[in-house]
């Protein structure tokens, strides 16, 4: 490039061809040895392992593979993002390197191949995966940045440059790009799980990726590096790193945990990065950076004798200087070890001096200007296009002074569910001669809805996924629409970044109008109202009809369905394409007539059309006379006892509660709140009143007829299920004399009518019984995992309980969330929705889940159910009930407020429910100001005031302490006077709030900021901490640095031990007062500490106190399963008699013989 911009003899010009080739000829081998490798591409694609992706290094003579699979840490998903962003930049400058369609299809599929980055553990930029450099994968923040990179420069790119058209332009969903950035914000400043940060992260916030839009975020990276890594010779690749030191046992190459202590400070030191910081001077027009790093390298580059300047690989301690080194960080002299010349390092030293010396100008070797991207972001407007589905409901909006188009009055632009374009998409990239399939089916996010689309001269517009109600149930619920149009629309305007303004299409359906069908839903009626205004949750909004908006969208042509391509809609057995589960149709009013339905139209057709929709179920009985089915008392238990029997096995038809057992409730007899000690037996003359034939057996036929008779869809539902189980899905009713009635068709009818009645409890046992799934459950379980959030399924503790720490295909994500909620099917299905939920907030609340690793869903839903019997003074079991209940956007405002720590009410609503539900309707919301405060929610953090406590004569002490407990308890809007007239202590409504706290903190498993690098610092001191019998060993830190994520992962897994969340942060509670005494000037705390002592200490001071006060009864109550007394559970942390009182006395009574012996007494 400098030779074709200095060229001023023809010698020079040719060498600037020459030079030109010479680069194509390099990426076009590139390309050569990948293409070879085409099989592991299509593999990759849908299995994302280690063992099927594009090798690291070929034969540079033959383009063949110079390892086998497993012999080097192939999967390097920066590699093929970087060939792609130099690709991309380099085609921009106008070098032409892919000459043949097949050669485009390829690079589409190396685009599948990594815009999946944000979910792929893989080996890095330093091939090594985790930095004990045992094979062990993990996610990069590198890898991510680089891949967000070359999807974004690649994007609509034409291939052929200026020589190019429609076909071979290359298409990236946004959706995909978008998904990495937000996975990298969650990890900057670190690098993975095993490496707190990593100099490599210079490539992907500077030059070449430039993938890092916050330049607050750039920086702390930046400083991050300098103050960690930095030496006198150039960085550190990451702390403890073992590379060519001194200390680096050369026979193997793995590392014992143990041993990375001994490469700490005497890391070998990489010129490299320099020449990354020099880069980023130019390009930041800091000409003092620039100076300063062109002075540094040219005190440690080696010069020839010929005057030729060659970079070093890197900088190592000398042998017989090590423990000099130790006692000295970067006093020793270092020695150049390794490759000479470098040539990563040597090739980007060249460009750094041409760039510094004013021969190239940092827009020549960025022509896609990528260094704009922290540039400022003007605000985005999204707009809405409201549309009805009928004219009836066209006239519905108009009588409230609303005018919407219909879906019929758009014509000829064109609207389709989003789930079509997901199928469109799997098109994309296919090549019959490559063996290559396209784009896997995923599902397609809010970004990609938001554009238009044009398909053979045919304008679409897409309707977002969440307003598609034929895979899961939340769309039924018409407030969570609502609820998810705000946070929609709050991410277009923080994550739009194309050109335009993003289209939402939001189509207004007939399952959007109250009950009888005579109006529209007010929360609908009032989010359109809201549009109107211009402003909705936060986002600038402008409503208007599709067809202004047309010049003001963006629009992407999918030339790859054009007539003229290669591509048949029809030519493989509809592979892929439809989901078992579309029983809703699309928008019929935007059909052309059939005779002028091309291809296209047939195919959409046929996505639409699985499973057109017949009504077969009788409706529910009404006379009084008939014989119930099953009465109100009866629970699945007695139902799968009686299966059980008819199969031949014995079950005793007993009441069981809380899933501890594997025949597992659902309905009347699910309790998650409490676990009674003795299991009642039910009255055995309340005989489920169920057909038998002649042998004793179940009749199927029969109870397929009294599918009639049933009083309510809840017993329709029930003789489904027994049917579902006993034949099967497939097996064939013939309701009424109809053939083709299958079991599964008709649970599929009485989902819908359960969700045109709302009735929550049924949708989600019948989704459980069809084993419905959230079609983006593995996006969002992803999306948890990604954040650096574990999860576990299934109530604690384990085996039961299943963790899930790495991303999983959707059907096995589906199998182990069933497995782990045992027969339960109903918990499944809330475990699935909770998960989904969790997702929603991480993208848009993160800060809500502050210093969470572990998010345990079972141990969630169980204290959702808790609180709520709290709140509702009821049992454990109608509390399940009404849990189960609860409409998806009241379960979601559960979820926040226990997420949160804010206080919540729960009203009983009056408004009558269909006589199929059995359980109370309920809602839940806020408290306002009244509710637990900042520092009351940490739990820990000592109350700024404290109450004067007045000791006065004859007033008895336990009153006062209690006063003193009362004093740091989240207020309550209703609480009640603390005495009671029988003289005893009654807590009224105070009652249990800390309890609750620290339950709620227990569950969702939240510690005190810093709580891991405490607890580092006091691993250094002792010998190891004993948390309910499992040991945590002072030997891990010498594996891992304090900020390690690997490290809190370690600690938390050994916590999560306790299966009792109150108790679990109890302990908490004793270890941060522990680490208090890290700071203490003490070499050593003793060998290993029983935390669980301690707290037991605490908890025998507490009550000898109490005693001495003369207290008796309720309030000396012991916990069965710890020991500890209710009552310090149910203390404040801080105070006079606060539970950090106490665990200190105890930590000096158990340490006593450590700790330096001052003039201090304890009080």
């Given at each position: 490039m400098a030779y074709r911009k200095n060229a001023d003899r023809d010698e020079d010009k040719a060498k600037a061809y020459e030079l030109e080739q010479n680069v194509v000829k390099l990426m076009r081998g590139l390309l050569q040895c990948m293409m070879r490798?085409?099989?592991?591409?299509?593999?990759?694609?849908?299995t994302q392992s280690t063992k099927d992706c594009l090798h690291a290094k070929y034969n540079s003579a033959t383009c063949a593979t110079v390892v086998g699979d497993d012999q080097w840490g192939h999967l390097q998903v920066d590699a093929t993002s970087l060939?792609?962003?130099?690709?991309?930049?380099?085609?921009?400058?106008?070098?032409?390197?892919?000459?043949?369609?097949?050669?485009?299809?390829?690079?589409?599929?190396?685009?599948?191949?990594?815009?999946?980055?944000?979910?792929v553990a893989d080996y890095g930029i330093w091939e090594r995966g985790d930095k004990t450099n045992q094979g062990i994968p993990e996610l990069n923040a590198s890898s991510v940045g680089m891949a967000k990179a070359a999807l974004e420069a690649i994007d609509e790119l034409d291939l052929f440059g200026a020589h190019g058209g429609h076909k071979s332009v290359i298409h990236v969903l946004p959706d995909e790009v978008e998904h990495c950035q937000s996975i990298l914000y969650s990890m900057l400043p670190r690098a993975s799980t095993s490496k707190e940060i990593d100099a490599g992260l210079l490539s992907i916030i500077s030059y070449p990726a430039f993938a890092v839009e916050d330049i607050n975020l750039v920086n702390v990276t930046?400083?991050?590096?300098?103050?960690?890594?930095?030496?006198?010779?150039?960085?550190?690749?990451?702390?403890?790193?073992?590379?060519?030191?001194?200390?680096?046992?050369?026979?193997?190459?793995?590392?014992?945990?143990?041993?990375?202590?001994?490469?700490?400070?005497?890391?070998?030191?990489?010129?490299?990065?320099?020449?990354?910081?020099?880069?980023?001077?130019?390009?930041?027009?800091?000409?003092?950076?620039?100076?300063?790093?062109?002075?540094?390298?040219?005190?440690?580059?080696?010069?020839?004798?010929?005057?030729?300047?060659?970079?070093?690989?890197?900088?190592?301690?000398?042998?017989?200087?090590?423990?000099?080194?130790?006692?000295?960080?970067?006093?020793?002299?270092?020695?150049?070890?390794?490759?000479?010349?470098?040539?990563?390092?040597?090739?980007?030293?060249?460009?750094?001096?041409?760039?510094?010396?004013?021969?190239?100008?940092?827009?020549?070797?960025?022509?896609?200007?990528?260094?704009?991207?922290t540039g400022f972001k003007p605000d985005v407007v999204v707009q809405v296009a409201v549309l009805a589905e009928t004219n009836q409901i066209k006239n519905l909006l108009?009588?409230?002074?609303?005018?919407?188009?219909?879906?019929?009055?758009?014509?000829?632009?064109?609207?389709?569910?989003?789930?079509?374009?997901?199928?469109?998409?799997?098109?994309?990239?296919?090549?019959?001669?490559?063996?290559?399939?396209?784009?896997?089916?995923?599902?397609?996010?809010?970004?990609?809805?938001?554009?238009?689309?044009?398909?053979?001269?045919?304008?679409?517009?897409?309707?977002?996924?969440?307003?598609?109600?034929?895979?899961?149930?939340?769309?039924?619920?018409?407030?969570?629409i609502v609820e998810m149009l705000k946070i929609?629309?709050?991410?277009?305007?923080?994550?739009?970044?194309?050109?335009?303004?993003?289209?939402?299409?939001?189509?207004?359906?007939?399952?959007?109008?109250?009950?009888?069908?005579?109006?529209?839903?007010?929360?609908?009626?009032?989010?359109?109202?809201?549009?109107?205004?211009?402003?909705?949750?936060?986002?600038?909004?402008?409503i208007g009809k599709l067809s202004e908006f047309l010049t003001t969208s963006f629009h992407t042509h999918l030339s790859f369905l054009d007539p003229d391509c290669d591509i048949k809609l029809f030519d493989d057995s509809q592979e892929g394409r439809c989901s078992p589960d579309s029983e809703y149709g699309g928008y019929p009013a935007d059909f052309c007539e059939k005779e002028s339905q091309d291809e296209l139209d047939q195919y959409i057709n046929d996505i639409l059309q699985s499973t057109a929709l017949k009504s077969y179920l009788p409706p529910t009985s009404k006379t009084a006379h008939q014989p119930l089915v099953f009465s109100a008392n009866h629970s699945t238990q007695e139902i799968l006892s009686i299966m059980a029997k008819a199969k031949g096995l014995e079950i005793p038809a007993v009441s069981m509660s809380l899933p501890t057992k594997v025949l597992n409730t659902h309905r009347k007899s699910l309790n998650l709140v409490d676990i009674p000690l003795s299991l009642e037996t039910k009255d055995h003359e309340k005989v489920l009143n169920l057909a038998k034939d002649a042998h004793g057996d179940l009749d199927c036929r029969k109870l397929v007829e009294q599918l009639k008779e049933c009083p309510t869809l809840h017993d329709q539902a029930d003789i489904l299920y027994i049917l579902h189980i006993l034949k099967g899905p497939d097996w064939d009713t013939q309701l009424n004399g109809q053939y083709g009635v299958t079991v599964h068709c008709l649970l599929n009818e009485l989902y819908r009518k359960?969700?045109?009645?709302?009735?929550?409890?049924?949708?989600?046992?019948?989704?459980?019984?069809?084993?419905?799934?959230?079609?983006?459950?593995?996006?969002?379980?992803?999306?948890?995992?990604?954040?650096?959030?574990?999860?576990t399924v299934g109530l604690p503790p384990e085996p039961r309980e299943k963790i899930i720490t790495t991303p999983l295909p959707p059907e096995e994500l589906t199998d182990l969330i069933y497995e782990a909620s045992g027969q339960d099917i109903s918990i499944a299905v809330l475990t699935q929705e909770i998960i989904m939920y969790l997702a929603m907030y991480v993208r848009s609340q993160p800060n809500l889940f502050m210093e969470m690793l572990r998010l345990r869903i079972g141990l969630i839903i169980q204290v959702m159910a808790t609180e709520l019997a709290r709140s509702l003074k009821c049992s454990g079991e109608e509390a399940s009930e009404s849990l189960m209940n609860l409409s998806p956007f009241d379960m979601k405002n559960l979820l926040h407020h226990i997420l949160s720590g804010k206080e919540f009410g729960v009203e009983r609503s009056l408004r009558p429910m269909d006589s199929s539900s059995s359980s109370p309707a309920i809602s839940i919301h806020e408290m306002g100001h009244s509710g637990a405060t900042k520092t009351e929610r940490s739990g820990i953090t000592k109350l700024k005031s404290e109450m004067k406590q007045f000791f006065h004569e004859g007033h008895s002490v336990s009153s006062s302490m209690f006063a003193s407990?009362?004093?740091?308890?989240?207020?309550?809007?209703?609480?009640?006077?603390?005495?009671?007239?029988?003289?005893?202590?009654?807590?009224?409504?105070?009652?249990?709030?800390?309890?609750?706290?620290?339950?709620?903190?227990?569950?969702?498993?939240?510690?005190?900021?810093?709580?891991?690098?405490?607890?580092?610092?006091?691993?250094?001191?002792?010998?190891?901490?004993?948390?309910?019998?499992?040991?945590?060993?002072?030997?891990?830190?010498?594996?891992?640095?304090?900020?390690?994520?690997?490290?809190?992962?370690?600690?938390?897994?050994?916590?999560?031990h306790v299966p009792q969340p109150e108790y679990r942060q109890l302990l908490v509670e004793a270890i941060l007062v522990l680490t208090f005494l890290s700071d203490i000037e003490v070499n050593s705390i003793g060998g290993i500490i029983h935390v669980d002592r301690i707290v037991h200490v605490a908890n025998d001071l507490f009550l000898q106190e109490l005693k001495s006060y003369g207290a008796t009864g309720a309030i000396l109550e012991k916990d069965v399963a710890t020991g500890i007394c209710h009552f310090f559970y149910d203390s404040a942390p801080s105070g006079a008699y606060g539970t950090m009182t106490y665990l200190t006395k105890a930590i000096i009574i158990y340490l006593q013989d450590f700790l330096p012996s001052t003039g201090c007494v304890m009080q």
């Open positions: 490798q085409v099989d592991k591409v299509e593999k990759f694609k849908r060939y792609l962003l130099f690709l991309a930049q380099m085609t921009a400058s106008g070098l032409r390197i892919i000459f043949t369609l097949d050669e485009v299809t390829f690079i589409q599929n190396l685009v599948f191949y990594i815009e999946a980055a944000y979910k930046k400083s991050e590096i300098i103050s960690k890594l930095q030496g006198r010779y150039g960085c550190c690749r990451f702390l403890r790193d073992g590379y060519k030191t001194p200390r680096e046992d050369p026979s193997r190459l793995h590392y014992d945990p143990a041993e990375l202590k001994l490469f700490e400070n005497i890391e070998c030191e990489w010129p490299v990065f320099w020449t990354y910081f020099l880069i980023d001077g130019v390009f930041n027009e800091d000409k003092i950076q620039v100076e300063e790093y062109r002075e540094a390298l040219e005190g440690i580059l080696i010069r020839e004798k010929n005057g030729i300047v060659l970079m070093p690989e890197l900088y190592a301690v000398p042998s017989e200087k090590v423990d000099e080194e130790y006692e000295n960080p970067h006093s020793v002299d270092r020695v150049p070890v390794g490759k000479l010349p470098h040539l990563w390092g040597q090739s980007l030293y060249i460009l750094s001096c041409l760039l510094a010396e004013g021969f190239l100008a940092a827009g020549e070797i960025d022509p896609l200007n990528r260094r704009f991207s108009q009588d409230h002074g609303i005018n919407v188009q219909s879906i019929a009055d758009i014509h000829p632009l064109r609207v389709q569910p989003a789930r079509v374009l997901s199928n469109l998409y799997t098109m994309l990239g296919r090549n019959e001669n490559m063996k290559l399939s396209g784009r896997p089916h995923r599902h397609i996010g809010v970004l990609g809805t938001s554009k238009l689309y044009v398909i053979r001269n045919q304008i679409f517009a897409f309707t977002p996924q969440f307003t598609d109600q034929h895979h899961f149930y939340l769309a039924l619920d018409n407030q969570m929609e629309l709050a991410y277009l305007t923080s994550c739009w970044r194309m050109t335009g303004r993003p289209t939402l299409t939001f189509p207004i359906t007939h399952t959007m109008l109250v009950d009888d069908g005579t109006d529209i839903h007010p929360a609908v009626l009032a989010t359109i109202r809201k549009l109107e205004d211009g402003y909705f949750g936060g986002a600038r909004v402008k359960a969700g045109l009645n709302q009735e929550w409890g049924l949708i989600r046992y019948i989704s459980g019984i069809l084993k419905k799934r959230v079609e983006v459950l593995a996006e969002a379980c992803t999306d948890l995992l990604s954040h650096h959030k574990q999860l407990r009362r004093s740091s308890t989240p207020p309550s809007p209703s609480s009640t006077s603390p005495t009671s007239s029988s003289g005893d202590i009654s807590w009224g409504d105070r009652k249990g709030q800390w309890l609750r706290r620290r339950r709620l903190d227990g569950a969702i498993n939240r510690v005190p900021v810093g709580f891991y690098e405490k607890v580092w610092k006091i691993l250094q001191k002792c010998h190891g901490l004993s948390i309910d019998g499992y040991v945590l060993p002072s030997s891990t830190t010498r594996e891992m640095t304090p900020c390690e994520i690997k490290f809190a992962v370690h600690v938390e897994s050994v916590l999560n």
